[in-house]
């Protein structure tokens, strides 16, 4: 893996927080310790220093040493001043010395801090300043000690976690990475599987981790989302065969009788000629129409403003402009008044094709009820023919499907009006059926979301 892909990788960001995060929580850790040894050393210390200056105080209340106090020259240090200044008693290591001054206030009974300028050896001094009641009178005890144990230890503790704390985060960076990388591996095997997916082998999938997690799952959803798309260009493969193969069709019968009138003039009788092609030709206009109505409907673009409208004149509109086209009859009696929320031009087309597809397989009579329920509207239309078989109910809505594929496409249409009125209906909130139940031929019911407000109606008797 390249170095600019591998750093800016999940992985490497994974790992650098955790370790980011771990490292700044163990240095405050660090610093927290350091703080409190200190803290507690430096406690003891002075716990030290209180013993002895009870000690000491004790002693002078009866009388003052007439020689230098017996202490550790190296490590311990006393002196007794008096108010003037003068000192009354003196370790041996500060006799001779100025009195200790500067760490009393006149206010303050006593105080510890720590000195590093007293007149002994180059080093620090934690110091106790008390003030005593003494048979020369009031004087103040100051009792010191070395704290370069102390020092030394808190030193010996940083070095310790100064070489400690590295390795650990460097430890936890390296399993870290390690864990990340065993817990990302299926999600870059599905990553690899997914990069290697193409038309040619659009059927394999990524792998699915045998453990129900967060991993496992994603692997689920993306097959599935794969099985999606796979039928979809399935759908599309199909719709553009069909597709071509529907306008094949009168394009080739236009060509036929093209040439034969060019090949054959004498005999050629230019009026069926232009009739029929022209007759090709609106066809040929219709198929483009629902071609272009589906390919809007799959991007997306096919739902137009909506008003409120009357379904029933738009129902009554096309049974009219039917009936001056067929001498099949047409049965109105059950249409009554609908009120919702559509496309008045989308809502034509779907009902359009519906009775269409009626006239073409009926035998004599086509019936059109229209009804409002208490929430929905039902619009339905029933033809005297055979009927759909049982095998094609849900088959007939399919784009380009037919019950009898032998059949031309003058005679069982281009296969494309039931899938545009689902589509329609749908577009609408509503679903599109065919009635199984219906012993009269063919029976399709639309149901529609009414529009809000609307009452009932039930149809004139």
């Known amino acids: 893996m390249p170095r600019r892909h591998r750093f800016g990788s999940l992985r490497f960001r994974l790992t650098a927080i955790a370790t980011a995060v771990v490292a700044i929580v163990l240095a405050t850790t660090a610093v927290a310790l350091v703080t409190t040894q200190e803290r507690q050393l430096t406690e003891n210390l002075d716990a030290s220093l209180e013993q002895r200056a009870d000690t000491l105080a004790a002693q002078f209340d009866d009388e003052l040493p007439d020689a230098p106090l017996n202490t550790n020259d190296e490590d311990r240090a006393v002196q007794l001043v008096a108010v003037d200044g003068s000192i009354l008693a003196a370790s041996s290591n500060l006799v001779g010395e100025s009195a200790l001054t500067g760490l009393v206030s006149p206010n303050t009974i006593e105080m510890v801090a720590t000195r590093d300028d007293l007149p002994l050896e180059d080093d620090t001094y934690r110091v106790l300043s008390r003030r005593i009641d003494t048979p020369a009178g009031s004087a103040t005890l100051h009792v010191a000690e070395n704290s370069d144990d102390l020092n030394e230890a808190i030193t010996r503790l940083i070095a310790t976690l100064a070489v400690a704390l590295p390795l650990v985060v460097a430890l936890l960076a390296a399993l870290t990475w390690w864990l990340t990388g065993r817990t990302l591996a299926p999600v870059d095997a599905i990553r690899s599987e997914v990069d290697a997916i193409s038309a040619a082998n659009s059927h394999h999938r990524v792998p699915v981790p045998g453990h129900h997690d967060e991993i496992s799952r994603l692997a689920t959803t993306m097959n599935r989302m794969l099985d999606r798309l796979d039928d979809a260009a399935d759908r599309q493969r199909r719709f553009v065969a069909d597709a071509a193969h529907e306008l094949r069709t009168p394009l080739t019968r236009i060509r036929t009788d093209v040439e034969v009138d060019l090949a054959q003039p004498d005999s050629a009788d ?50 009219r402009s039917q009936r001056a086209l067929t001498n099949t009859n047409i049965d109105a009696s059950g249409v009554s008044a609908a009120h919702l929320d559509g496309n008045p031009d989308h809502l034509s087309r779907a009902f359009r094709n519906l009775l269409s597809n009626a006239l073409r397989h009926a035998e004599d009579l086509v019936t059109v009820t229209l009804s409002e329920r208490s929430d929905t509207i039902e619009l339905a239309v029933t033809d005297d023919g055979p009927g759909v078989p049982a095998g094609h109910h849900d088959r007939i809505f399919e784009r380009f499907a037919r019950v009898d594929d032998a059949r031309t496409r003058t005679d069982g249409g281009t296969g494309l009006g039931l899938a545009i009125t689902k589509d329609i209906v749908e577009e609408h909130g509503g679903t599109v059926r065919y009635d199984a139940q219906s012993t009269t031929g063919a029976r399709f019911v639309v149901t529609l979301p009414k529009m809000p407000g609307a009452k009932a109606q039930t149809p004139d008797p």
């Open 270 to 319: 230019p009026n069926a000629t232009n009739t029929e092609v022209r007759d090709e030709v609106v066809g040929l206009q219709h198929l483009i129409d629902d071609l272009l109505h589906l390919a809007r409907a799959d991007a997306g673009h096919s739902v137009a403003k909506r008003r409120p409208i009357d379904l029933d004149d738009i129902v009554l509109a096309e049974i």
